[in-house]
């Protein structure tokens, strides 16, 4: 009896140390996960977007000369990228129809010219909305405040609120079901019909999308013009970090309230005012990580270089390293229905590579803090 008892006190901590030790390589994926994304993925994506960004804007608008014509190019370029990530979405939808079929070559050649369009286009409508909005309302506190507050309580009515979240939060890898499957907010299929896959598109695009850029221009321009006037986006030196503080400690705050709220939320209790309050700090901390690097970029990225070709070299290498790390999807937005369980730290660059030996599965690939269970 007593080498019976003696063996199975063994055999369970034998069993318990196994559990300590798992879940220890799970924490140590969850923080190089994050550190990742931090500081390698965040930064190539905010490379891509500056140099993409301020290039099209000079392209665009070096000439301009009236209200009017800023307003009729701004249209121009939102309505060329609108369409085409309409266009992309439904040919995706096509592709991952008939993916059985097709060779590998050209799944994957297909993939990476759409993944370079999709990030380049979104690029085109954010130029485009920005500049639109530019041309609009005056940039007083009070209508930045009124559309910054309009547009996000349109979004989380919807429950489309999620959506605004980004780098270093969200993290996006180039999985051929990530890719060929894009998110949107009625999750339409092929088999459902056409017409449906495209109105389902359009909406996302043009209700959801619209939303979440306007969120974006209220608070960026609040924070450049009255919270933050001065700082990172004028003046170098120990400035230039504050929105990468400010970043940093809500990012802290937004793991551990996604892990607390993954534990207590159901469909009988869906915590959606504490998911909201969450996601405004994901928001936040998206909108001064992008501010705080932008900022870097502008002051040492090859400072010497002549602009056009400073932002052409950031665009070639956010892309290019992006997408040789198989996360150029990151470079993009999708415009979704917020999740039931919330996904506000949704990054797992290592979890999915050893979990799940390389297997090309998406739902591989969700937030790890807390339990095992990731965009754009």
Not at 171 to 179: E, H, K, P, Y
Request: charged share 20%.
């Amino acid at each position: 009896m007593e080498r019976t008892a003696d063996t199975s006190m063994e055999e369970g901590f034998n069993l318990n140390m196994k559990g300590i030790t798992s879940h220890k390589k799970k924490q140590i994926k969850e923080i190089l996960d994050l550190l990742f994304s931090m500081f390698i993925l965040g930064p190539l994506t905010v490379l891509f977007w500056r140099g993409t960004f301020n290039y099209l804007t000079i392209t665009a608008f070096k000439s301009v000369t009236s209200l009017e014509e800023r307003s009729l190019r701004a249209c121009f370029l939102f309505f060329i990228g609108l369409s085409v990530k309409i266009f992309l979405d439904i040919i995706k939808h096509i592709v991952y129809y008939y993916k059985d079929i097709l060779h590998p070559a050209i799944i994957f050649l297909v993939k990476m010219v759409v993944l370079y369009l999709d990030s380049l286009f979104g690029v085109f409508m954010w130029v485009g909305g920005f500049n639109i909005l530019y041309s609009g309302p005056k940039l007083y506190w009070y209508s930045l405040v009124s559309i910054l507050i309009v547009a996000s309580t349109l979004l989380m009515k919807l429950n489309g609120f999620q959506c605004t979240g980004g780098a270093p939060l969200i993290l996006a890898l180039d999985t051929n079901d990530g890719v060929f499957a894009p998110k949107s907010y009625f999750s339409s299929q092929l088999d459902e019909g056409c017409a449906w896959v495209a109105a389902d598109t359009v909406f996302s695009y043009a209700v959801i999308h619209v939303l979440v850029i306007c969120s974006w221009w209220g608070l960026w321009e609040l924070e450049n013009n009255y919270i933050l006037e001065e700082m990172e986006i004028v003046v170098k030196d120990v400035q230039a970090w504050d929105s990468l503080t400010i970043s940093l400690l809500l990012v802290i705050t937004v793991v551990y309230s996604n892990r607390y709220l993954k534990k207590h939320i159901s469909e009988e209790r869906p915590h959606r005012f504490e998911s909201n309050m969450v996601a405004w700090m994901g928001f936040l901390s998206a909108v001064n990580y992008w501010r705080g690097f932008w900022s870097i970029c502008d002051f040492y990225f090859f400072p010497d270089l002549p602009l056009n070709e400073n932002l052409i070299l950031s665009h070639v290498l956010g892309f290019l390293l992006s997408f040789l790390l198989g996360a150029s999807r990151s470079l993009t937005m999708s415009s979704h229905r917020d999740h039931l369980v919330p996904r506000f730290h949704d990054c797992c660059y290592f979890d999915l590579r050893t979990e799940t030996d390389g297997s090309d599965t998406e739902e591989a690939s969700r937030p790890l803090l807390g339990e095992i269970s990731t965009s754009t």
